[in-house]
C-alpha cells in the first residue's frame, strides 16, 4: 500500500531538509505498487494535477525513472514541470529527447517538446513546427498539440484570431484541460488583454 510511498517521501524530506506538505498517508489511503515505474508515474501526476504539489510530482517521477530509465510517462512529466514551473529549458529539452528517442511517435510528448521548443529561451520555430504538425498528423485532435499550433501561430504569424481560433477548438474538445486552460488563459492575457477573462 503506502508505506513504499511514506518512506520514499521522507527520504526525498530527508535529502532536501525542507517539510513535504502531504504528511498523513495512512494505509488504506492509495493503493501503491512498490518498485513500479507506472506507479509513480501516476502519483506524480495526481500530484500534478489535484495536489498543484510539483516538487513532490517531480520527486516522484524522478524515482520512476531510477526504476526505468526509459518510462515515458516520467519522462515526459519531468520534462513537462521542468519546463513549466521550473523554467529549466535545457533539462526540458534533454527529458523530451530521451522520451522520443524510444517512442519518437508519442503524441504527448511531441506535442510538449513542440510547445518547449517555442520558449522564448530556444525560439527552435522551425523545428517546433515539424514537430506539433507530426503531433497532429498522428492525432488531430490532440489537445496540447492543438495549443501548440495556436502557441506557433501566435508567436510567428502574429495571427492573433487565428490562434484564439485553435485554442476554442481545443479547449471544445476538452474544456476541463488544465493545460489547455493554462495556455488559453495566457493568451486572453498577454495578447487580449482581458485580465479578468483570463482570471
Known amino acids: 500500500y503506502v508505506s ?7 527520504e ?5 531538509e525542507e517539510p513535504h506538505e ?6 488504506g489511503n492509495l493503493v501503491f505498487f512498490e518498485e513500479n515505474a507506472l506507479s509513480f508515474c501516476v502519483l506524480a501526476d495526481i500530484f500534478r494535477s489535484f495536489q498543484v504539489d510539483l516538487k513532490t510530482s517531480l520527486l516522484l517521477a524522478e524515482k520512476a525513472l531510477k526504476i526505468d530509465g526509459t518510462c ?4 515526459g512529466l519531468c520534462g513537462f514541470i521542468e519546463h513549466r514551473y521550473n523554467s529549466n529549458v535545457l533539462k526540458a529539452k534533454a527529458y523530451f529527447e530521451k522520451a522520443l528517442e524510444d517512442s519518437p511517435e508519442n503524441v504527448d510528448i511531441l506535442a510538449k517538446y ?3 521548443l517555442l520558449d ?3 525560439r527552435c520555430y522551425e523545428k517546433a513546427e515539424q514537430v506539433i504538425e507530426k503531433a497532429l ?5 490532440h489537445t496540447t498539440a492543438l495549443c501548440g499550433k495556436a502557441i506557433f501561430i501566435q508567436e510567428t504569424c502574429n495571427q492573433y484570431d487565428a490562434a484564439e481560433k ?10 476541463h484541460n488544465a493545460d489547455a486552460l493554462c495556455f488559453y488563459a495566457t493568451f486572453v492575457g498577454k495578447f487580449r488583454k482581458q485580465y479578468t477573462v483570463a482570471e
Open 22 to 27: 502531504f504528511r498523513n498517508l495512512s494505509d
Open 72 to 75: 515515458n510517462a516520467a519522462l
Open 120 to 122: 522564448e529561451n530556444l
Open 137 to 141: 498528423q498522428i492525432s488531430p485532435n
Open 12 to 16: 526525498g524530506e530527508a535529502e532536501s
Open 4 to 10: 513504499s510511498l511514506q518512506s520514499f517521501l521522507d
Open 166 to 175: 485553435i485554442y476554442l477548438e481545443a479547449l471544445s474538445r476538452n474544456k
Open 114 to 116: 513542440g510547445i518547449l
